[in-house]
């Protein structure tokens, strides 16, 4: 049986697969070793340019792996435990993991005119970048590259326009959810989310990590939190 720690550690990792997948998009190679996923050459934006695998981590090890004079460097803390400020980071936010057991049932759909389903080409994405972004025009964040690895770009439509999404990414143990959006509830969101995930990969457990408002809209879908997480700035 997984414990807590352990599915933290799956969403840690599932995580840092997307984050690398991201990178590749955008030709950049990262590297996982030693307990760290990391990218010697500055992320693509919100994306970090390391995430921590374990705990024992040693902070001056990973630092040590990534580009801190770049503007905008960041790191991952997956475990809320490494002491990054003496090497000029500042905490950004703090999250947690949540895990929804792949035996908890699907809930029902709250938005009756939301209809749910994949992004099935490249074509599709500069709309659903459109609408993840608040209706501002993206900047091609997510590239058609994406489209052909293991993750998924899920759709709520509402009279043919997107106004919801997240994407799903499928490893190993489980499937993470993350960058979900929604033009009216996060709460809705989850719903018709968690239902194509159950379709698209049936008995897998979900993973993700939210925080505030947002923690709250998955916790009343089903899933529980399983341990904190930081994202640090480097600002010196």
């Known amino acids: ?19 690398d997948a991201v990178c590749r998009a955008h030709g950049l190679a990262g590297e996982l070793r030693e307990g760290i996923w990391s990218s010697a050459r500055r992320t693509p934006p919100l994306y970090p340019d390391a995430v921590s695998l374990a705990p024992e981590v040693a902070a001056a090890d990973l630092v040590a792996r990534i580009d801190t004079a770049s503007p905008g460097c960041s790191v991952k803390d997956s475990f809320a435990c490494l002491d990054l400020g003496p090497l000029g980071f500042e905490v950004l936010f703090e999250a947690q993991w949540i895990h929804r057991p792949a035996d908890k049932p699907v809930p029902e759909a709250l938005a009756q005119d939301v209809t749910w389903e994949p992004l099935e080409d490249a074509g599709s994405l500069p709309a659903w970048e459109t609408a993840w972004n608040g209706g501002e025009e993206g900047e091609g964040l997510f590239r058609p590259a994406l489209l052909d690895g293991n993750s998924t770009f899920l759709a709520g439509r509402s009279e043919g326009r ?7 990414s499928r490893s190993a143990s489980v499937v993470g959810v993350s960058n979900l959006f929604s033009s009216a509830d996060e709460e809705s969101a989850w719903a018709g989310v968690l239902a194509e995930v159950a379709r698209l990969w049936p008995g897998v457990p979900v993973v993700g990590y939210e925080s505030g408002d947002s923690l709250d809209a998955a916790v009343r879908q089903g899933f529980t939190p399983i341990g904190p997480l930081r994202v640090w700035l480097h600002t010196a």
Do not use: D, K
């Open 1 to 19: 049986m997984i414990t807590v720690n352990e599915w933290a550690g799956a969403a840690a990792r599932n995580n840092a697969e997307w984050c």
């Open 162 to 168: 997107i106004v919801a999404g997240a994407i799903a």
